[in-house]
């Protein structure tokens, strides 16, 4: 039993380890647009990271550079954005809300310009709940969360690409 308990206790600890070693993948100099779906892995990981760390994560400014830098440049996914849905005074956020419509995108190629902008919008949603505190109150989060409880939220966003 004690053997069986430090093996786990080893294998929690190795993975606590290797969770916090994340390293900001290198933008690099000029490519062609067809070679970004080669950092599109890197992209994801970087929202995974994103989305699992706190506002004032010391690596926060990186990640976002490389996540911006990916989207600027990728041709394989279009975003739009309204500012009847896309309203956040929180420049993280918006972030969080094109790099999660950008996420869904890659995962669902068939997905509708309102799939995209929900999954932004709950990515968004998720982040600030978690995050309230040290976000501080986001007016244009509070609405869609609003419209989200009152089970609108997709007709909402949906009307936005009539």
């Given at each position: 039993?004690?053997?069986?308990?430090?093996i786990?206790l080893?294998m929690?600890?190795?993975?606590?380890?290797?969770?916090?070693k994340?390293?900001?993948p290198?933008?690099?100099?000029?490519?062609?647009?067809?070679?970004?779906v080669?950092y599109e892995k890197d992209?994801?990981?970087?929202?995974d990271w994103?989305?699992?760390?706190?506002p004032?994560?010391?690596?926060?400014?990186?990640v976002?550079s490389?996540?911006?830098?990916?989207?600027s440049?990728?041709p394989?996914?279009?975003?739009?954005m309204?500012?009847?849905v896309?309203?956040?005074?929180n420049?993280?956020?918006?972030i969080?809300?094109?790099?999660?419509?950008?996420?869904?995108?890659?995962?669902?190629?068939?997905?509708?310009?309102?799939?995209?902008s929900?999954a932004?919008?709950?990515?968004?949603?998720?982040?600030?709940?978690?995050?309230?505190?040290?976000?501080?109150?986001?007016?244009?989060?509070e609405e869609?969360?609003?419209?989200k409880?009152?089970?609108?939220?997709?007709?909402?966003v949906?009307?936005?690409?009539?």
């Open positions: 039993m004690k053997k069986l308990f430090v786990a080893c929690l600890l190795s993975q606590m380890t290797w969770a916090q994340f390293s900001v290198e933008i690099p100099g000029e490519i062609e647009k067809s070679e970004y080669n992209f994801i990981r970087c929202m994103l989305e699992s760390h706190a004032s994560a010391s690596q926060r400014k990186e976002n490389f996540v911006l830098w990916w989207l440049g990728t394989d996914v279009h975003i739009e309204s500012t009847d896309v309203n956040f005074q420049g993280d956020l918006i969080l809300y094109i790099g999660g419509w950008a996420k869904y995108s890659i995962n669902n190629p068939d997905a509708t310009y309102a799939d995209g929900m932004g919008i709950e990515t968004v949603i998720n982040y600030y709940q978690k995050h309230k505190d040290s976000i501080g109150k986001d007016k244009g989060v869609l969360i609003k419209l409880n009152k089970g609108t939220l997709r007709q909402h949906e009307s936005q690409w009539k």
